[in-house]
């Protein structure tokens, strides 16, 4: 807390509104959703426009999976910088797209690993064949350790840059919490990132991409087949 706040009141209130909270492993109510559901399949949605937008995804791990870290570290190499295989491959050396990139989101019960660009329709095939294969590449042979620093030297960044927010901070704060129970702080992130090994984020590739599992939503004049090909 910052500013002119009494730490006991405000304790005193939070306990008041959530000192039953406990967390993940409160039971669920009987009323209660089920677990997410992925499906998998192929949804374009035609529009005559001068861009074709690609998001394609695959199920991931919850947040307290024990791969998760290394699920992160795959992201950070596949799409989740400028140095990253995606970014280089599409947009870098053949000037497919601005937009290309890949992001992790999970959550309390699955998760999800996507992709995304944004390319002129003459480009569509081109970049969902160098996606394919960076995929492919992924699940054939791990990453060299030179390319694994940089992955955990990106996430590592996220992490502590994302501190100096306050905002940030407090959902960090929070997020440890609700999922963990406990304080989880930047160091130890840092230094689990640090044994994640380059055989540990092969293996997740291998788990996650071969199951071949994909959902794509299109927008733009791209016909089903020509995505269908790739994913």
């Not at 695959?58 to 870290?69: A, Q, T, V």
């Not at 064949?129 to 492919?136: A, C, G, S, T, V």
Request: proline share 4%.
């Amino acid at each position: 807390m910052a500013g002119d706040v009494d730490h006991a009141v405000t304790a005193r209130k939070l306990n008041k509104l959530l000192g039953d909270f406990k967390g993940k492993k409160k039971p669920e109510p009987k009323s209660s959703l089920k677990r997410p559901t992925f499906h998998p399949g192929v949804h374009v949605i035609r529009k005559d426009m001068d861009q074709c937008h690609i998001a394609i995804a695959c199920e991931s791990y919850p947040i307290d999976h024990k791969n998760r870290l290394a699920a992160f570290l795959l992201n950070a190499f596949l799409g989740g910088n400028m140095s990253s295989a995606l970014f280089q491959e599409i947009r870098e050396k053949r000037g497919y797209a601005y937009t290309v990139y890949s992001s992790l989101a999970p959550f309390t019960d699955t998760g999800l690993l996507g992709m995304y660009v944004a390319t002129g329709p003459k480009q569509v095939e081109d970049c969902l064949r160098l996606m394919r294969e960076q995929i492919e590449k992924l699940k054939r042979e791990p990453i060299d350790d030179k390319d694994l620093m940089i992955a955990k030297n990106s996430v590592k960044s996220a992490v502590l840059m994302g501190s100096d927010a306050m905002e940030n901070r407090m959902f960090a704060l929070a997020k440890s919490e609700l999922f963990y129970e406990r304080q989880v702080g930047d160091e130890e992130i840092c230094a689990m990132l640090d044994q994640v090994t380059s055989l540990d984020v092969w293996r997740v590739a291998q788990e996650l991409f071969s199951k071949n599992r994909w959902l794509t939503v299109a927008l733009g004049e791209i016909p089903k087949r020509t995505i269908r090909k790739y994913f």
